[in-house]
């Protein structure tokens, strides 16, 4: 963390050590503990400054703890009573504080002094401060054009660092109307932005998540687009996503400019989607709160081209915005987030995510919550992936036998007056427990190859069941396992009841008369039975070359068999062996 003021800078260090006898140190000390929201949880006050918790806003959190490292903050906020706050928001970007000069005032009189701190966006606030409290003469200078510029300065560079940047302005105010009217609450929230005196400047350093550069590349190498929408400053924003990989060309990052630019290169008429990485911007862009005012169609139709975008300055009315207009250019859009700022965006994306550990707002709006760490959405992209190939797989070992193999049997009796190959009975042993453990088995497999290479699905085409599923299942393993499972019918037929499968064909309800082939009907209808069991075990057997073929789609059964560690799953073993129990169960 480092502090600051408009002629001098200071790291935390040089801070602790000239603190006592530093009196732009004090006054700074003095306007971060009472512009604070942060207070320590009195059931752990006694601990090592490192081990207490804190109740409130991270950020006013980290300045609570920084500030406390140096002088007590206690003392400060006994001696100055607070008697009015304004809250930081997300809109707003900045925080209010008002307070009694000394613990005996009380301000029941409206021409007693007190003393107003205000803390936010160093951009959002510079425009009202007049004037600055000087390190080098410890005193009130005038603002003018030189320490604004060097203000600024400071602003950027710590900025490009990666820290967050905060200013914290003061003045004296004395309110026209009583404490706590609301004729008080407007005067002060219009008064008390006026003429501010810069005390000083905070840097924060939030370092981001040590698996978050891990994370982005392995999701961008799954055909995923990492964006980064944020309320920090632009150059803090964009120093963060170099870090974690959301910014990676080396170039200076387009901006608002860039994109009226790109918009005059544009082709009229409809564009293609910017689902094909072939049509996109391989550029990075920066872009702020303040530009997306300024937006129409046509901007977005740029913006939502490129490859690596950060949206700085943003409200959570815009960043609601930003997810609608990618999902009206046909992407999909997954949102994450923690703050009750977040709600509206995680309720409108595709996929809302949340973090356990953020507030019970963002985990109501979201779809999904992680449990763990940053990582985990690249464990759900891949576990997501592997999920939607094995119902594939359940449905392609399905389809054979529990749908064309019983299809034709009844077509065949039907129209073609062959005794009925396969008995109702037996459809529903089938599709309710022969082929319910093995194509439970196939929900177990692992992934044959690395899915996060895959390109995204395109969630408007390729669907769960399509041509491929549909030929494989009925055209090729469907086909094979209808003519064997007959084939075996007629066999037996032929065999043991010594009726050739001509005398079978078109013999309607000549078969189950007395005299047919001279046997009685009762005779007939047993072998009828009987045939129907050899159909049915037959399929059976046969499924489970059917499960073992479904169960890779790249691979062939030495490259990945299902006893080797790599894709080792014997639940499709046991599988087969209770469907057989089953049908010997049912035929005897």
Not at 146 to 173: D, H, K, N
Not at 481 to 487: G, K, P, R, S
């Amino acid at each position: 963390m480092s502090a600051g003021f408009v002629d001098e800078t200071y790291t935390a260090q040089q801070v602790r050590e000239t603190f006592r006898e530093n009196m732009a140190l004090q006054q700074l000390h003095r306007a971060a503990v009472l512009c604070n929201g942060a207070t320590f949880d009195a059931a752990t006050a006694d601990l090592p400054l490192e081990s207490r918790e804190i109740n409130g806003d991270a950020t006013d959190g980290a300045i609570l703890r920084f500030v406390e490292s140096f002088g007590d903050a206690s003392v400060v906020r006994t001696s100055n009573p607070e008697i009015y706050q304004i809250p930081f928001n997300s809109r707003n970007k900045w925080m209010l504080t008002m307070h009694n000069s000394s613990p005996s005032s009380q301000m029941s009189e409206k021409q007693s002094a007190g003393l107003i701190f205000v803390k936010g966006a160093p951009d959002v606030l510079i425009p009202s401060c007049t004037s600055y409290f000087s390190a080098m003469t410890n005193d009130i200078q005038p603002l003018d054009s030189g320490a604004r510029a060097r203000l600024i300065a400071t602003q950027e560079q710590w900025s490009r660092g990666g820290q967050r940047v905060i200013l914290i302005c003061m003045r004296e105010y004395i309110p026209y109307h009583a404490v706590g009217t609301n004729d008080f609450s407007v005067e002060i929230t219009k008064k008390g932005l006026e003429e501010l005196t810069i005390v000083g400047i905070l840097g924060l350093m939030d370092p981001p998540r040590p698996e978050s550069a891990v994370t982005v590349d392995d999701c961008r190498r799954a055909g995923v687009r990492f964006f980064m929408v944020t309320g920090d400053f632009g150059l803090t924003a964009a120093a963060i996503a170099r870090q974690i990989g959301i910014i990676t060309t080396h170039a200076e990052p387009d901006s608002l400019a860039d994109v009226v630019k790109q918009m005059s290169d544009m082709p009229s008429g409809p564009l293609p989607s910017c689902r094909d990485p072939a049509n996109r911007i391989q550029k990075s862009l920066v872009l702020e709160g303040k530009d997306l005012v300024l937006f129409t169609e046509d901007h977005w139709d740029v913006v939502t081209r490129y490859e690596e975008i950060v949206f700085a300055r943003t409200t959570p009315e815009q960043k609601l915005g930003i997810v609608t207009s990618f999902q009206k250019r046909d992407n999909v859009v997954a949102v994450t987030g923690d703050g009750v700022n977040d709600a509206p965006a995680l309720k409108a994306a595709d996929i809302g995510v949340a973090v356990v550990t953020g507030s019970d707002v963002a985990m109501e709006a979201a779809d999904l919550v992680l449990m763990g760490n940053f990582d985990s959405i690249v464990g759900g992209i891949r576990l997501g992936r592997l999920v939607f190939q094995n119902l594939q797989k359940v449905i392609a070992y399905l389809l054979p036998a529990g749908s064309w193999s019983e299809a034709w049997p009844v077509i065949i009796n039907a129209y073609l007056g062959v005794p009925l190959p396969l008995s109702s009975f037996l459809m529903i042993i089938i599709c309710c427990f022969t082929d319910l453990s093995p194509c439970l088995s196939l929900i177990m497999e692992k992934e044959e190859f690395d899915l996060l290479t895959l390109p995204p699905r395109n969630h408007k085409k390729d669907h769960l069941i399509n041509l491929k599923i549909y030929v494989q299942a009925y055209l090729f393993v469907g086909m094979m396992e209808t003519v064997t499972a007959h084939v075996m019918f007629f066999f037996y037929f032929w065999r043991y009841a010594r009726i050739p499968p001509r005398d079978l064909f078109l013999a309607f309800e000549k078969y189950n008369q007395d005299g047919f082939h001279g046997y009685t009907a009762e005779e007939l209808i047993n072998f009828n039975n009987v045939g129907q069991c050899v159909y049915f075990v037959t399929l059976v057997i046969m499924q489970w070359g059917n499960l073992l073929s479904v169960r890779n789609k790249r691979l062939s059964i030495f490259q990945a068999d299902p006893i080797r560690k790599e894709r080792r799953n014997l639940w499709p073993f046991a599988g087969a062996v209770l469907a057989f129990v089953i049908a010997i169960f049912v035929t005897e």
